[in-house]
């Protein structure tokens, strides 16, 4: 077991030094294309010798071109097997970014540019084999590919194995590529969080911000503006965009402090943060963030969640953890 | 794991692949052989559809051990071509019995590629012939069927594979004619 994973590793370095790294949509030519025959590959050699040696013990022509036509076959195959793999583009196709202890998804996006379809393409990781594609002629296909994680912080894909056992798994060709790509795990929301502190200025009195309670009156419409907030009635009288003003002053805008999280270490503290933003940006309440050095303004929204998470998982990460 | 209807499809070429390798021999065959044969094809189909439960190791040592000793008492040898035969359909009988993973599958095709060429070994008539090269192709698209992995775009079996041994043919026959031949037997 030592010795193949040895033999492994050093394969896989050899392949790495010959091919290098990867940059953008790739090609898989002739060059990074392998290709060896299975045990079930071997197990039909050894069946065609085994006919090969009964037809000519019996001197049959027969048995023997049947012996042949099957070895031919198993060529074709071979040939068959190869093919289904040249000229495939792989490109990227966007990440998922996950919370520590989920999986992260590095998408691929394969592209056959040929005349024949493409049949059963797997793609793997070191650790994962994402579900086979097939892809007709001419067309596209989006793989998933999941990398799990336990920390926060990046994680890095350098290593991807494209493979293919079509037709007949006597033979597997594989292509590797080593892209760059990394994928920010944003931390674990903590299960059990306190309220946030209360904003500064809560009772604070006259304080007018633009809230969601009060209907205040009419503005122009810029672009940024809340769809729901559009006076459409207003528009069809006058063919104008106006956008509903609201005023609330119930609510104050809480910006999260990292001095203000409790817990006994960084972790479990930024693990608070990242509750208290997901529950913020889940009841559609705006929200802020700071962190020592950092501080990002009040907003509300989804774009704003990812802007806060993405703070916390790169807060005091150095290197890229490998996945 | 398959879902049951992808399963007993694979299944079912596979069947009729052995099926029609075994036909040729049934002439020959002693009957109870053909019978065990053919009973053994059909209730696994049963049991795939029913979801039976696939008898155990220790049943299946039983029905080879029995095979086995059925083919001494009725060819008097398991070597030879008759004993040979006979011994080899009743190991894919039993091989049937235990067929769960693609991998047996493959086996099954194997060994009827082979009853093929025993076909030959008995006659080497046109009409052997007629009757052998559409099993090898029925066996070849059944390896194709069973082989694959993804669910995605479904393949015409027969189509597909007649195009590959359509390539295969000429080749085949460079072989056939330039590969030397040993005289005498070993």
Same mark, same amino acid.
């Given at each position: 077991?030592?010795?193949?994973?040895?033999?492994?590793?050093?394969?896989?370095?050899?392949?790495?030094?010959?091919?290098?790294?990867?940059?953008?949509?790739?090609?898989?030519?002739?060059?990074?294309?392998?290709?060896?025959?299975?045990?079930?590959?071997?197990?039909?050699?050894?069946?065609?010798?085994?006919?090969?040696?009964?037809?000519?013990?019996?001197?049959?022509?027969?048995?023997?071109?049947?012996?042949?036509?099957?070895?031919?076959?198993?060529?074709?195959?071979?040939?068959?097997?190869?093919?289904?793999?040249?000229?495939?583009?792989?490109?990227?196709?966007?990440?998922?970014?996950?919370?520590?202890?989920?999986?992260?998804?590095?998408?691929?996006?394969?592209?056959?540019?040929?005349?024949?379809?493409?049949?059963?393409?797997?793609?793997?990781?070191?650790?994962?084999?994402?579900?086979?594609?097939?892809?007709?002629?001419?067309?596209?296909?989006?793989?998933?590919?999941?990398?799990?994680?336990?920390?926060?912080?990046?994680?890095?894909?350098?290593?991807?194995?494209?493979?293919?056992?079509?037709?007949?798994?006597?033979?597997?060709?594989?292509?590797?590529?080593?892209?760059?790509?990394?994928?920010?795990?944003? =931390?674990?929301?903590?299960?059990?969080?306190?309220?946030?502190?209360?904003?500064?200025?809560?009772?604070?009195?006259?304080?007018?911000?633009?809230?969601?309670?009060?209907?205040?009156?009419? /503005?122009?419409?810029?672009?940024?503006?809340? =769809?729901?907030?559009?006076?459409?009635?207003?528009?069809?009288?006058?063919?104008?965009?106006?956008? /509903?003003?609201?005023?609330?002053?119930?609510?104050?805008?809480?910006?999260?402090?990292?001095?203000?999280?409790?817990?006994?270490?960084?972790?479990?503290?930024?693990?608070?943060?990242?509750?208290?933003?997901?529950?913020?940006?889940?009841?559609?309440?705006?929200?802020?963030?700071?962190?020592?050095?950092?501080?990002?303004?009040?907003?509300?929204?989804?774009?704003?969640?990812?802007?806060?998470?993405?703070?916390?998982?790169?807060?005091?990460?150095?290197?890229?953890?490998?996945? | 794991?398959?879902?049951?209807?992808?399963?007993?499809?694979?299944?079912?070429?596979?069947?009729?692949?052995?099926?029609?390798?075994?036909?040729?021999?049934? $002439?020959?065959?002693?009957?109870?052989?053909?019978?065990?044969?053919?009973?053994?094809?059909?209730?696994?189909?049963? $049991?795939?559809?029913?979801?039976?439960?696939?008898?155990?190791?220790? !049943?299946?040592?039983?029905?080879?051990?029995?095979?086995?000793?059925?083919?001494?008492?009725?060819?008097?040898? #398991?070597?030879?071509?008759?004993?040979?035969?006979? !011994? !080899?359909?009743?190991?894919?009988? !039993?091989?049937?019995?235990?067929?769960? $993973?693609?991998?047996?599958?493959?086996?099954? #095709?194997?060994?009827?590629?082979?009853?093929?060429?025993?076909?030959?070994?008995?006659?080497?008539? #046109?009409?052997?012939? $007629?009757?052998?090269?559409?099993?090898?192709?029925?066996?070849?698209?059944?390896?194709?069927?069973?082989?694959?992995?993804?669910?995605?775009?479904?393949?015409?079996?027969?189509?597909?594979?007649?195009?590959?041994?359509?390539?295969?043919?000429?080749?085949?026959?460079?072989?056939?004619?330039?590969?030397?031949? #040993?005289?005498?037997?070993?």
């Amino acid at each position: 077991m030592r010795l193949t994973g040895f033999l492994r590793q050093r394969v896989r370095n050899w392949i790495r030094r010959r091919q290098g790294p990867d940059r953008g949509p790739v090609t898989l030519r002739r060059g990074r294309i392998y290709i060896l025959p299975t045990s079930l590959g071997v197990a039909f050699g050894l069946m065609l010798f085994a006919m090969l040696l009964g037809s000519l013990n019996y001197a049959n022509n027969l048995g023997l071109g049947l012996t042949f036509l099957l070895a031919s076959l198993g060529l074709v195959t071979m040939q068959a097997c190869h093919r289904n793999l040249e000229t495939l583009i792989v490109s990227e196709a966007g990440t998922e970014s996950p919370f520590a202890g989920q999986e992260a998804i590095f998408q691929l996006a394969f592209s056959n540019p040929g005349r024949a379809a493409r049949c059963d393409l797997e793609a793997a990781t070191t650790a994962m084999a994402a579900d086979p594609v097939s892809i007709a002629a001419g067309g596209e296909a989006t793989v998933n590919l999941r990398v799990a994680t336990r920390r926060r912080g990046w994680v890095l894909l350098d290593r991807i194995e494209i493979t293919t056992r079509f037709p007949y798994g006597l033979f597997r060709a594989w292509a590797v590529l080593h892209p760059h790509r990394r994928c920010l795990v944003y =931390p674990r929301p903590a299960d059990t969080a306190p309220p946030p502190p209360p904003a500064p200025g809560a009772s604070g009195a006259g304080a007018m911000r633009r809230g969601d309670d009060d209907f205040a009156g009419l /503005k122009d419409y810029h672009p940024g503006d809340a =769809p729901r907030h559009i006076a459409w009635k207003a528009y069809a009288k006058g063919g104008e965009l106006l956008v /509903k003003q609201f005023s609330g002053a119930a609510e104050p805008v809480p910006i999260f402090d990292l001095a203000q999280a409790p817990g006994p270490d960084l972790e479990s503290r930024l693990s608070v943060l990242a509750r208290w933003i997901v529950d913020a940006e889940a009841r559609g309440k705006t929200f802020g963030l700071r962190l020592p050095g950092l501080e990002i303004p009040p907003q509300p929204g989804r774009q704003q969640r990812r802007r806060c998470l993405a703070a916390l998982a790169e807060y005091q990460t150095v290197e890229p953890v490998d996945a | 794991m398959l879902e049951p209807g992808e399963q007993f499809r694979r299944l079912s070429w596979t069947t009729a692949g052995l099926v029609a390798a075994l036909a040729p021999h049934m $002439a020959h065959l002693r009957v109870w052989v053909t019978g065990f044969v053919l009973a053994a094809c059909v209730w696994r189909l049963l $049991a795939e559809r029913r979801g039976w439960r696939l008898p155990g190791v220790a !049943l299946r040592t039983a029905i080879a051990l029995g095979a086995t000793g059925g083919v001494i008492a009725s060819y008097s040898t #398991i070597t030879g071509l008759d004993g040979g035969t006979a !011994l !080899l359909a009743l190991m894919a009988a !039993l091989k049937l019995l235990e067929t769960r $993973a693609p991998r047996d599958h493959v086996v099954l #095709i194997f060994i009827g590629w082979f009853l093929c060429l025993a076909a030959f070994l008995y006659a080497q008539d #046109i009409r052997t012939v $007629a009757f052998v090269v559409p099993t090898v192709w029925l066996l070849a698209a059944a390896l194709l069927e069973v082989a694959r992995r993804g669910h995605g775009l479904a393949l015409s079996p027969f189509r597909a594979t007649g195009a590959m041994l359509v390539k295969a043919l000429p080749l085949a026959l460079v072989l056939f004619l330039f590969f030397p031949r #040993i005289a005498g037997s070993f």
